[in-house]
Structure formats: structure tokens, C-alpha cells
Antibody, heavy 123, light 113 residues
Framework: EVQLVDSGGGLVQPGGSLRLSCAASGFTFSDHYMDWVRQAPGRGLEWVGRIRNKANFYTTEYAASVKGRFTISRDDSTNSLYLQMNSLKTEDTAVYYC??????????????WGQGTLVTVSS | DIVMTQSPDSLAVSLGERATINCKSS????????????LVWYQQKPGQPPKVLIYWASTRESGVPDRFSGSGSGTDFTLTISSLQAEDVAVYYC?????????FGQGTNLDIK
């Protein structure tokens, strides 16, 4: 069974930093692209960014709203995904989901989601 | 960026009746090389992450009841629930993965009338 367990959320002041983690199990983590998606309280879904697999050189891409402030990384040896968030703003307050991208060029959508971890940016 | 616009924003349907949600993309999400629409429908219940219902605009995900169906191509898509059940109360999102940034519709809140 595919499992994604998000952790690391909490309360942080504007301008601060936080690192989210995602522990994956039940599938070959190293094969998959992995993404982060967030959802502000009572709002819709916003894609945050992606990290590709080793075959695609672990390249990353980000939403414009977080580019230059957030960094996605992964450790295939421990089946872990990370989101380093710096220079946090109040508008970054959201539940952050670790998501798995299905294999295959025509199927590259989010097929499994973690339970989410809440990040609150407030003074 | 591809903008996804859903209609209506909210919908109330009687149990056993049909529910229809529309989604329009600002540009085509039809991949010419595969002839597949890179369009997914998700269902999100309160306190839960989204769950895949439909991909390629019309292919039901494994385990999804056959009362859920998707249609459309290019820029216009529809999610239909043929006979609404109480457990279908949720927010529904369309999503394009044709091009980055990968965007979602604003969501449609489906409730029981």
C-alpha cells in the first residue's frame, strides 16, 4: 500500500524558515517524480513544485509564488522528500501535501497524497 | 499559465439525482502525440486529501464507482455523477497536467438538497 506521511509543519514568524518532510513507503520511491501541493485554509489547491527522478537528473521546478524561497530535495536511500521553506510570508499559510506523480509521460498526475501538514506563518 | 475555471462554484442535488460539474481550460490540454487530454478530476472530503476520480478526462480510476463519469476534450470538460449518494458530498476539482505550472480549478462544493 502506498503511504506518504507528511511532517514538520508548525507556527513560524514572517521571514522565518521551516523544513517539511515526507516519508514514503509501499512503492519504488526512486522511480517517481514527487511534488508538493498546498491548500490555504478554506481555499483551493496550488501546486508548489516538483523534483524529478535520478534518470532525469533530479531537476526541479517551482511555482512563481515560491521560486527563490522554497527548495525541494529528496533522499532516495531513505525514501524521503523534503521542502525547505525560507523567507516565509503570511500568504504561505496552508496545509502542505506531499504527492506522488504517476509513472508515464501521459499519466504524470498526482495519484497519491499525504495527509498534509499545516504551516502557519504569523507574528 | 493555463487557467482552469469550474462552474458552478456550488451545487445542491437531491439524493439519486444527477450532478454535473463543468471545467473550462484557457487553452487546450489535449496532447497531440498521445491524443489524450491531460485532465484529472479529484474529490476532496472534509479533513482529507484529494482523491483521483477520473484521468485522461474520461478514464475512471481503479475502485471509483461507475456512477462517476467524465467527458470532454480540448478545453471543455464535464464530471457527471449519475445518481448522487450521501457519501458524494465533497469538493470537486479539475486539474491540468499538460503544462507547468500545473493548475487546478477553484473547486465545486457539492451538497445534498
Amino acid at each position: 500500500e502506498v503511504q506518504l506521511v507528511d511532517s514538520g509543519g508548525g507556527l513560524v514568524q514572517p521571514g522565518g524558515s521551516l523544513r517539511l518532510s515526507c516519508a514514503a513507503s509501499g512503492f519504488t520511491f526512486s522511480d517517481h517524480y514527487m511534488d508538493w501541493v498546498r491548500q490555504a485554509p478554506g481555499r483551493g489547491l496550488e501546486w508548489v513544485g516538483r523534483i524529478r527522478n535520478k534518470a532525469n537528473f533530479y531537476t526541479t521546478e517551482y511555482a512563481a509564488s515560491v521560486k527563490g524561497r522554497f527548495t525541494i530535495s529528496r533522499d532516495d536511500s531513505t525514501n524521503s522528500l523534503y521542502l525547505q521553506m525560507n523567507s516565509l510570508k503570511t500568504e504561505d499559510t496552508a496545509v502542505y501535501y506531499c504527492v506522488r506523480v504517476r509513472l508515464g509521460r501521459e499519466l504524470r498526475f498526482f495519484d497519491h497524497w499525504g495527509q498534509g501538514t499545516l504551516v502557519t506563518v504569523s507574528s | 499559465d493555463i487557467v482552469m475555471t469550474q462552474s458552478p462554484d456550488s451545487l445542491a442535488v437531491s439524493l439519486g439525482e444527477r450532478a454535473t460539474i463543468n471545467c473550462k481550460s484557457s487553452q487546450s490540454v489535449l496532447d497531440s502525440s498521445s491524443n489524450k487530454n491531460f485532465l484529472v478530476w479529484y474529490q476532496q472530503k472534509p479533513g482529507q486529501p484529494p482523491k483521483v476520480l477520473i484521468y485522461w478526462a474520461s478514464t475512471r480510476e481503479s475502485g471509483v464507482p461507475d456512477r462517476f463519469s467524465g467527458s470532454g476534450s480540448g478545453t471543455d470538460f464535464t464530471l457527471t455523477i449519475s445518481s448522487l449518494q450521501a457519501e458524494d458530498v465533497a469538493v470537486y476539482y479539475c486539474h491540468q497536467y499538460y503544462s507547468s505550472p500545473y493548475t487546478f480549478g477553484q473547486g465545486t462544493n457539492l451538497d445534498i438538497k
